[in-house]
Structures are given as structure tokens and as C-alpha cells.
């Protein structure tokens, strides 16, 4: 399905009624927001206030702020915060058929217009669908839902009983939101960047920015060709179908910023390539050797990130600027605890011993298994960490067993792996269960030793679907993941990173084309992650399904547990769920 | 012909407008309350504190029953559904439990125990009120068992259904309801 498709199907999916909400409310934001008033400078110290105000729902005092929702159900503020629905940028939402209008000043502040896109109204020109608020009205409209023009706000949105001077301190706050355009903005240009480190081969590279690079070729060519007196009627036809005219005069561009040497330099080389060149947000990137430098400078300089390529995100509930499209490593670990935990009825009694290499992997993956644990209150893990070259022999796993009195190993490690699942497999007082992980184990699945299979639990974060590849331009079909068992083990993605970085990319030119056109001009970073976090499931032919939602910042959620059979031409089979509860 | 294009469009536009208007005036005052017969799904969930439970067995309790579906990091709908149900549990007092509130996500891939236990914490929930996750098939299944399949956890709508004590027929009410509209429906369920 193309793009437009896809919204038209969206529509289509609603009623009619929320369809029209969607149509007309909506469409006129972009001319407001283009608005560049001068405006006034309250102390950051009362923005941040009002920010508490509007994102947690707690006033400058501390306390919560008192709502009533549907007209008499009292509700703590903190559960009804003005961002769960106007959402971080302030630019509102479309959802369950509830459509909740913008709140950042720029649309408050002057008349709601009835303004249909690429249409000119010298025919019939529309009353204003309400008058501009000003710091009084508005203040009544929060307090009680009684707009300017008599009538009552739906009661879906809560009344907030706040005193003159908390008031005020929101009123500012909403006044400064998505007020001017981030940097990366121009009438003509949305600029991006591509972050990639020096550790990254050419292949993976080129197969990362090709189809981005490709996308933003075709986008912009779209562009020169309606600057033409020929193209004049395409601008207009494309600009009265599109959901945002803004696009058919904005070009896209792509810098790629390339990070060398130590991490603990790659902070000031990325504020100097964006000293250089200010861009609206970074799309895809990918690095081999971790990420939190990355990440760190989109949270300082609040720049989305969407979708980087690596296996070592930044593993947060509350940073809000970078979209991966899964935990990485650390997902596997969790999958690992989460197995163990289901399978032993809620507990893990014995001791589970955690063999670690000293490595990035090691730690991502322990990470992940042993905060699992942690979380689900079961007994804290013994953890037995290996150096880089040290061997994991026989007599280390015996008396590991012996003196941990262990029915679980997990082995978090890639050069020794078969060497120990060997020797465990030959001893007596062997394991119930060994958990290895497919991809730090890489071409290694396919030899894990026979006598091994039967106890060896591997951790698998990839689909076992054939998904089709998304084009740029259409295809959303939900693939189901059903088999029960992988055949074809050459298609293990870890083997193909050149592939699935090329995957990853189409996936993003996807996401882009649908947020780009649903921001409907309001190019502010929030809302271009407020707006992401509205799209719909998108198929992946690397984990089946990429699922996104307000705040959600790791698209992939899943991981299975599986094992091999023995023989010489051995199958992949499901040992659990997608997602394990 | 060029003519009758802007009277065709003003027909076209006073339609949406119409209906506009209609919704801010009415909208969140009516619903759709009708009575069904469901087979409940023998499948497994899990609730918010991890524990796996018999679903068909839980909707076989004798005590009323009411579900919804809902997803941790919903906007909008879900909130004020909750807060209904948070209200209705305050307005029943000190024996919360003996109305089951049941809420089922939507979004059971990102809705771990972990997100469901902090997403009752932050509405203040009372023992009689859980929140059930599973593998996304179980979860479609349970949908399919209410009617109230979707594809996607973004084209949701909002849905409260009601199974008084010790009856086999399922009130189904689509819309939002204010508190005393959904407490009224309680109490007539409960007056059964």
C-alpha cells in the first residue's frame, strides 16, 4: 500500500466523524505554527515549573494538581497530565476516535481557522472556528471548560483546579512550547544527519545510507520538478492530496558525520559537525562499539535519533531523543531471566551461575538478565567474570557446579563457548540448563556440539518469518511469525549485517515519509517523536514486527528461546514466545 | 460547470462541519449499551504481578465482572476509562474486590508486568482491579472473543463490557461514559 494509502486506510478505519475531526482541525496548524512573533523570555526557572506542570501534573509547590475528568471523576494531575494526550510537543493527538486539539501557544494564541489544504477560500470564506484565547480566557477554559464563545469543552478533557499564580506559570509554559523551529529548519530545507563510526566496514556503510540517500534523491527531485512552470499543476495536485503542502517545497537533506577514534572524544566531534551543520534530526547511523556518546548528545541537544544500528543502545525508561529498534544484547539477557523465571514456576531456586567475558556483548547481556531478575524479586545471580583469552576449562566448570551447586549456567561468552558446552556435556553432574547467545555466538550456532543441543537454551532475537522487504514507498502488511522452526539457518540476520542494515534503512525511509507528512508543517523535534509514536506497527523483515507508542523507544520487543536439533543438518525450533511475560 | 464547484464544495464542507459540531456538543454524553452472549477463550495471561492466569477461569468468577482493553502508554481513551474504573472502586468502598476489574492490553509486547503493576500504582488502584498481558496470539484471541479485534493497538476505540453475577450475558457498551453513567450502569448490574 502506498503512503497515501495507508492514511486514506486509516481514515477509512475510523468513523466518519473523527475522520472529519482529523481532516479539519488539524490542517490548518501548519500556517499558524509558521508564525515567527516575537516572543517574551520568562526566567527558565518558571519554564521549568510550568513544564512540571504540563508533562507530570505536579504543581511548582510539589503537590499534584487536582483534575476532574468526564465532569465529576476527581483524578490526581499525575495521572492526567497535560501531555498524555496534547502530547510533548504540544501539537495534540487523533486517537480511539478522541481528537484533542494542539495546546503550544502559537495555536492558542490566535483563531482557531477552518482551512482546507490547497484550496483557496476567496469563494466562501470560513468563520474562524474560535476566537484566539488570551492569558484570561484561557485560564477560565482550564478551570471550568467554558471557551470565549460560550460554549463547553468535551468532558473528556479534565477541568484543573489551579490557583492565579500556578496559572500563570503553566500559561507561560504553554506559550513557549513548540514556538520556533528547531534548528535544521528552513522555508526550503529539512536537514539530517547520519552518524556512523569509523569501526563500521565501507559495505555496512554504504548498505546503511543507500536507501536513505535514495529516498531523499527521489523526494527531491519531486521538488525541483514542481519549482518548473510545467510542474506548477503537479505542486497543486500534490499539494491538495498530500496531507502536508509543506513537503512540496521543501527539500531534504543528508550529512553523514563520521566519529573516529577514542568514545570519549566523539561528544566534541559531534558538537562540532552540528556547530557546523545544525540538522533537524539524525536518522539511522551505526556504530559496532556502543552508542551512549551518541545518545547523550541527543538528549543534551534534544535531537531525535531514529532507529541507529547497534547492539548497544542506551537502556532507559525515561530518555526520550533516541529510537532504537531494539534493546540489543541486553534484550537477550532479558529473555534469558524472563525463560527461567516462567519455567520454574515464578522462582529460580537454585543458583544460577553467570559465566561473562570481559567484553562489550558480555556486559549488555548480563546487564540485561541480571536487572531482570532484580526486577521479578528472584535471588541475585552468581556472576563469574572471564578476561579477554581466558579459557573456560573443565576443571573451572566442575568446580564452579560443585561449589555453586548450580542447575544453570549462562554462558555470555563467543570464543570459548563450544569448548565449554563440550566438556559440559561429557561431565556428570552436568547442568539442567546452559543459555548461550545466537548472535554474540555468530556462525558458531550451526556447530554447537551434539551431545550439547538437548540442554543448550539459545537466546534468538530475530524473526523466523521470511518478511517480504518493505519498499520506500508502501508495503505495511503485518507479517505473522507462526513457524515453529527455522530450516534455512544461513538466514540467521547476524550473518548478513550488510542486509540488514539496509533493512533497517528502508524501515526508516518508511517511518519518515509517514511522519514527515503527518507533522503537517509543525516541524518541531517533539512532535516529530509524538508523531512517530502514533504509527502503526511496521513490518521488519529482520524481527517481524517494529511496534511504536508514545514514549516506546525500543521497537522491537522480543526475543525467543530456542534450540537445535542434532545431526548434521539441524533446525532452529521455538522453545517460547515472542515476548515472554 | 466551473461554477457549481465551490456550491458543491460548500454542500461537501457544511456536511463536516455539521458533524463537527455535532461531536463537540454531544460527544462523551452517549454510548452504545447492548446485551451479548461471549465464549470465553481457554487461554493463559499473565497479570501484573507476573502470576500466569486461567482466563476462562477468571471470567467463570461469581463475582460481576467488567473488562476493558487498554495499553500502558495510551493516550486519551484509556485514561479516562481508568479513571473510571479507579472511581467506580472508590465509590464501592472498602470490599473493592468484590467487583472484578479486569483490563487487558492491547499492546502485550511493551505491557510487561512491570509497566501494568506502575501503571495501576499511578491510578491508585485497589485489590479487585487486574491487569492482563500474554503472547499477542492469546491476546487477539481474547479480542476475537469480545468482538473487539484490532489489528493494531493504534485503531482502538473505547469498549467497557460488563458480565453481572452469576449470568452468562455480557453488557457491551461502546463509548465513554461519565462516572455517573458508568457507576448507574454498575449498579443496575449489580441490582441484577
Known amino acids: 500500500m502506498t503512503v497515501m494509502g495507508h492514511i486514506f486506510y486509516n481514515w477509512l478505519s475510523k468513523s466518519a466523524f473523527a475522520t472529519a475531526l482529523i481532516l479539519l482541525p488539524l490542517m490548518h496548524i501548519s500556517d499558524a505554527s509558521a508564525g515567527n512573533e516575537p516572543l517574551l523570555s520568562p526566567s527558565s526557572e518558571s519554564l521549568q515549573l510550568g513544564e512540571q506542570m504540563y508533562r507530570n501534573g505536579i504543581l511548582p509547590s510539589g503537590e499534584p494538581i487536582q483534575a476532574f475528568v468526564k465532569g465529576d471523576l476527581p483524578v490526581p494531575g499525575t495521572a492526567f497530565s497535560c501531555v498524555s494526550c496534547h502530547l510533548r510537543g504540544g501539537l495534540g493527538s487523533v486517537e480511539g476516535g478522541v481528537f484533542t486539539p494542539p495546546t503550544s501557544g502559537l495555536q492558542l494564541f490566535q483563531p482557531f481557522k477552518i482551512l482546507f489544504k490547497g484550496l483557496t477560500q476567496t469563494f466562501f470564506p470560513f468563520p474562524d472556528r474560535r476566537p484566539a484565547y488570551n492569558d484570561t480566557t484561557l485560564a477560565e477554559v482550564i478551570r471550568s471548560g467554558a471557551t470565549p464563545w460560550g460554549s463547553t469543552l468535551n468532558d473528556v478533557m479534565p477541568r484543573y483546579l489551579l490557583e492565579d499564580n500556578d496559572m500563570a506559570v503553566l500559561i507561560t509554559y504553554l506559550k513557549s512550547l513548540s514556538a520556533r523551529f528547531p534548528p535544521g529548519i528552513s522555508d526550503t530545507t529539512i536537514h539530517f544527519a547520519s552518524i556512523i563510526t569509523e569501526d563500521v566496514s565501507k559495505e555496512e556503510r554504504d548498505s546503511m545510507l543507500a536507501p536513505l540517500q535514495r529516498y531523499i534523491n527521489i523526494k527531491n527531485s519531486q521538488v525541483n520538478s514542481y519549482k518548473s512552470s510545467l510542474g506548477k499543476k503537479s505542486r497543486q495536485m500534490a499539494e491538495n492530496m498530500m496531507v502536508s503542502k509543506e513537503l512540496s517545497t521543501r527539500k531534504l537533506t543528508l550529512s553523514v558525520w563520521l566519529l573516529k577514534g577514542a568514545q570519549n572524544t566523539w561528544h566534541t566531534q559531534l558538537e562540532e559537525y552540528y556547530r557546523q551543520e545544525p540538522v533537524f534530526a539524525l536518522l539511522g547511523g551505526i556504530s559496532r562499539s556502543g552508542w551512549r556518546p551518541i545518545h547523550q548528545f541527543s538528549e543534551d541537544n534534544k535531537i531525535p535519533c531514529i532507529l541507529p544500528q547497534t547492539d548497544f543502545p542506551v537502556i532507559s525508561d525515561t530518555d526520550w531523543y533516541t529510537l532504537y529498534p531494539s534493546k540489543g544484547y541486553y534484550q537477550e539477557g532479558q529473555a534469558a531471566a524472563r525463560y527461567l523465571i516462567s519455567t520454574q514456576e515464578g522462582k529460580t531456586d537454585k543458583k544460577v551461575v553467570q559465566i561473562v567475558r570481559n567484553s562489550i556483548e558480555g556486559a549488555a547481556l548480563s546487564a540485561g538478565f541480571e536487572q531482570t531478575l532484580r526486577e521479578r524479586n528472584q535471588p541475585p545471580v552468581v556472576t563469574v567474570q572471564l578476561q579477554v583469552g581466558e579459557k573456560i576449562t573443565s576443571g573451572f566448570l566442575q568446580q564452579i557446579i560443585k561449589k555453586e551447586n548450580t542447575e544453570t549456567i549462562i554462558l555470555w561468552d563467543d570464543t570459548d563457548v563450544l569448548t565449554a558446552l563440550e566438556s559440559l556435556s561429557s561431565i556428570t553432574n552436568k547442568p539442567k540448563s546452559v543459555f548461550v547467545s545466537a548472535r554474540y555466538l555468530g556462525d558458531k550456532l550451526h556447530k554447537l556440539p551434539d551431545n550439547a543441543r538437548e540442554f543448550t537454551y539459545i537466546t534468538y532475537p530475530y524473526s523466523f518469518a521470511k518478511a517480504a522487504v518493505p519498499s520506500a514507498m508502501g508495503g505495511s502488511i503485518l507479517i505473522e511469525d507462526e513457524s515453529k522452526t527455522l530450516v534455512n539457518l544461513a538466514q540467521l540476520p547476524g550473518h548478513k549485517p550488510p542486509e540488514t542494515a539496509r533493512q533497517t534503512s528502508e524501515t526508516i525511509t518508511q517511518l519518515i515519509t509517514m511522519d514527515l507528512m503527518e507533522m503537517r508543517g509543525n516541524y518541531y523535534r517533539d512532535n516529530f517523536l509524538d508523531v512517530l509514536g502514533m504509527i502503526p506497527d511496521q513490518p521488519s523483515p529482520t524481527y517481524a514486527r517494529l511496534s511504536f507508542g508514545p514514549g516506546q523507544r525500543y521497537a522491537s520487543k522480543g526475543c525467543y528461546i530456542v534450540q537445535l536439533t542434532r545431526g548434521e543438518s539441524p533446525v532452529l525450533v521455538k522453545k517460547s514466545a515472542w515476548v515472554i511475560h | ?153 493504534m485503531s482502538h476505540y473505547p469498549l467497557t463490557l460488563m458480565r453481572p453475577s452469576g449470568d452468562n450475558k455480557w453488557i457491551r457498551i461502546f463509548g465513554l461514559m461519565s462516572s455517573l453513567e458508568f457507576i448507574s450502569e454498575y449498579q443496575k448490574m449489580a441490582n441484577k
Not at chain 2, 40 to 58: C, H, S, T, Y
Not at chain 2, 116 to 134: H, I, Q, S
Open chain 2, 1 to 153: 460547470m466551473r461554477g457549481s464547484i465551490p456550491s458543491n464544495l460548500l454542500l461537501f464542507f457544511s456536511i463536516i462541519l455539521g458533524i463537527f459540531h455535532c461531536d463537540l456538543s454531544h460527544a462523551g454524553t452517549q454510548y452504545k449499551r447492548t446485551i451479548e452472549n461471549y465464549s470465553m477463550p481457554d487461554v493463559v495471561l499473565v497479570n501484573q504481578n507476573g502470576a500466569k492466569v486461567r482466563f476462562k477461569e477468571l471470567m467463570q468468577s461469581n463475582k460481576p465482572i467488567i473488562v476493558d482493553f487498554i495499553f500502558g502508554t495510551c493516550t486519551t481513551i484509556c485514561p479516562v476509562l481508568s479513571a473510571g474504573f479507579v472511581n467506580l472502586q472508590n465509590k464501592i468502598g472498602s470490599d473493592s474486590k468484590k467487583v472484578h476489574l479486569v483490563s487487558i492490553s492491547i499492546d502485550p509486547e511493551n505491557d510487561t508486568p512491570m509497566v501494568m503493576n506502575e501503571y495501576l500504582k499511578r491510578y491508585k488502584a485497589k485489590p479487585g482491579w487486574d491487569f492482563l498481558t500474554g503472547s499477542r496470539k492469546d491476546i487477539d484471541t481474547v479480542m476475537k472473543a469480545f468482538n473487539a479485534y484490532i489489528p493494531n493497538k
